[in-house]
């Protein structure tokens, strides 16, 4: 089955420093999606994107927070000043497009520490 | 915005018996309601799924109840295995890629040998 890949696993940084979390959905995916789980609580969204602009955020994903689509497969997420807070696994996931295809892929994670 | 509520957010089993899981959302407009099954440091993985015209829907020892009427939705897993301890997730949405999938809190799940 196809995946959806993110780099890197673990990403460790410190306060103020600005991320770039890196995904490549799955190529014949049209909706793709950022977001995160502080340990042991809920998955929560952060941002939707399709054809090549944000669709829908959360107000977690303030102007801290940036996504781009810079080629045609990769998904990246910023972070511009890292907070201790922003600490927490960062999922990627993508859909296809219609009803039928509500299924979610996520990615492995990116585990991010902010120090 | 779409609200969803889950509970237990712990629940112990004996290996063999039933775990029920309950979800309750507050958006009507939802149509489409997927459990996600999370093992430690893991991603979430699609177990079962099902949208607003169905009621119910078995996947072997895994089945999904949803009442639209009350605005609730279940996970029943029967004959429990121990690899079956995981956190487990419902979600919501409209099913249109606009409209994210909202999580519950979670229901860490023990089966015990």
């Known amino acids: 089955e196809p995946e959806v890949t993110q780099t890197p696993s673990h990403q460790v940084t410190q306060m103020g420093q600005e991320v770039i979390l890196r995904c490549v959905p799955i190529?014949?995916?049209?909706?793709f999606y950022w977001y995160r789980q502080i340990l042991g609580q809920k998955v929560e969204f952060l941002v939707s994107?399709?054809?090549?602009?944000?669709?829908?955020k959360s107000e977690i994903f303030d102007d801290q927070f940036s996504v781009e689509r810079p080629d045609g497969s990769n998904f990246t997420l910023k972070i511009r000043s890292t907070k201790l807070e922003d600490s927490a696994m960062y999922f990627c996931?993508?859909?296809?497009?219609?009803?039928?295809?509500?299924?979610?892929?996520f990615g492995s994670g990116t585990q991010l520490s902010v120090l | 915005g779409e609200n969803v509520e889950q509970h237990p957010s712990t629940l112990s089993v004996q290996e063999g018996d039933s775990a029920v899981i309950k979800c309750t959302y507050s958006?009507?407009?939802?149509?489409?309601f997927p459990w996600y099954k999370q093992e430690l440091g893991k991603r979430p993985q699609l177990i079962i799924d099902?949208?607003?015209?169905?009621g119910e829907k078995k996947d072997q020892r895994i089945a999904v109840t949803l009442n639209k009427t009350a605005k609730h939705f279940s996970l029943h897993i029967t004959e429990t295995q121990p690899e079956d301890s995981a956190v487990y997730f419902c979600?919501?949405?409209?099913?249109?890629?606009?409209?994210?999938?909202?999580f519950g809190k979670g229901t860490r799940l023990s089966v015990i040998a």
């Open positions: 994107f399709y054809n090549n602009e944000i669709s829908e």
């Open positions: 996931a993508s859909r296809l497009q219609g009803f039928d295809n509500e299924k979610l892929f």
């Open positions: 099902i949208r607003s015209n169905v």
């Open positions: 958006d009507s407009a939802s149509n489409y």
């Open positions: 979600a919501a949405s409209m099913g249109s890629g606009n409209t994210p999938l909202v």
């Open positions: 190529s014949n995916h049209l909706y």
